[in-house]
Each structure stands twice: as structure tokens, then as C-alpha cells.
């Protein structure tokens, strides 16, 4: 029974390899990296949103770019992890500067929110985005982690996720 379970085992992390290779071949993103990239997403625009609106709101009586700093060192882990999962993904596929990559990423995260924040009065922007950081900062790392692997048509990830 023992020699079958480990024979068992041993097939399926041979299969799991196949199906990771060819994932990898692709140039698509596995769950985890499209997950990576939502969480990335996520949180430059809360980023932009909380310099937008510190003057105009706060949560709880805390200023919103101070809110959403406290929200970032709290779930800094998740961050740096979904960091690197994307800088490891960019380095499979061959980016020469994996560091610059992501950050180009981000800098175009945080430019899309800003061009809603430039096409509104800061007021309406804030009202309309601003409830953001509050519910953010009520997550705990699970359903921090299930918001970044929720994927919705109007945000579409840089890649395809992978089918197989």
C-alpha cells in the first residue's frame, strides 16, 4: 500500500511538471501568477486612490493615503509574495530586467485610475472610489487573497490564463 501511494505520488508530481512546462512554453499565466497581477492591480489603485483623496476623506477619522499605508504593512507578505511571483514569471519568459517590468506594471495600474481620477472633480472621484480603502482595510490576508484571484471582464489580466 505504502509503494502504491508513492508510486502514486510520484506520477502526479511528473504530471504536474508536464502541465507546469507547457504552462511556462506558453507565455500564459497559471492562477497564481494571474492572481499575482490582480493583487498587484489592486493595489496600485489603492495607492492612487489614497493620494487623491487624503484631503478630501478619511476612514474612520484617518487619512486615506495613511489608511492605505497601514493596509500595505499589515499585508506586506502578500505583496512582496505576489512581487515575486510575477518577477519570477517575467524571468521565465525571458525579460531581461524583471525589476523594471513589474514596475512598469504598476506605474501602468496606477496611470489607468489616475486617468478616472483626471476625467472627474476630485470630490466625485473620491466619493466614488474612496469607500475602497475602508473595505480593504476590513480584509484579512484569505479574502485579500480571494479579491486578487476574483477575475472580472472590465480587468482583464496582461496574459491569458493558462487552460491547461
Known amino acids: 500500500?505504502?509503494?502504491?501511494?508513492?508510486?502514486?505520488?510520484?506520477?502526479?508530481?511528473?504530471?504536474?511538471?508536464?502541465?507546469a512546462s507547457s504552462a511556462m512554453a506558453s507565455g500564459c499565466y497559471t492562477k497564481s501568477e494571474a492572481e499575482a497581477e490582480q493583487g498587484i492591480r489592486i493595489h496600485s489603485e489603492l495607492m492612487v486612490i489614497g493620494l487623491?483623496?487624503?484631503?478630501?476623506?478619511?476612514?474612520?477619522?484617518?487619512n486615506l493615503y495613511v489608511k492605505y499605508r497601514a493596509w500595505t504593512k499589515?499585508?506586506?507578505?502578500?505583496?512582496?509574495?505576489?512581487?515575486?511571483?510575477?518577477?519570477?514569471?517575467?524571468?521565465?519568459?525571458g525579460v531581461k530586467s524583471p525589476e523594471s517590468k513589474l514596475?512598469?506594471?504598476?506605474?501602468?495600474?496606477?496611470?489607468?485610475?489616475?486617468?478616472?481620477?483626471?476625467?472627474?472633480?476630485p470630490d466625485v472621484f473620491c466619493q466614488h472610489?474612496?469607500?475602497?480603502?475602508?473595505?480593504?482595510?476590513?480584509?484579512?490576508?484569505?479574502?485579500?487573497r480571494d479579491w486578487a484571484s476574483t477575475f472580472y471582464a472590465s480587468h482583464p489580466v496582461s496574459n491569458p490564463i493558462c487552460t491547461r
Open 1 to 19: 500500500m505504502l509503494r502504491q501511494t508513492a508510486h502514486f505520488f510520484s506520477v502526479m508530481i511528473v504530471a504536474m511538471s508536464v502541465l
Open 129 to 144: 472610489y474612496g469607500g475602497r480603502i475602508e473595505r480593504a482595510a476590513g480584509l484579512n490576508d484569505r479574502q485579500i
Open 74 to 93: 499589515t499585508h506586506q507578505d502578500i505583496f512582496a509574495g505576489y512581487e515575486d511571483t510575477l518577477m519570477f514569471y517575467f524571468s521565465r519568459n
Open 52 to 62: 487623491n483623496c487624503s484631503h478630501l476623506m478619511t476612514a474612520q477619522g484617518e
Open 103 to 121: 514596475n512598469t506594471l504598476r506605474t501602468t495600474f496606477a496611470n489607468k485610475i489616475s486617468l478616472e481620477a483626471a476625467k472627474m472633480r
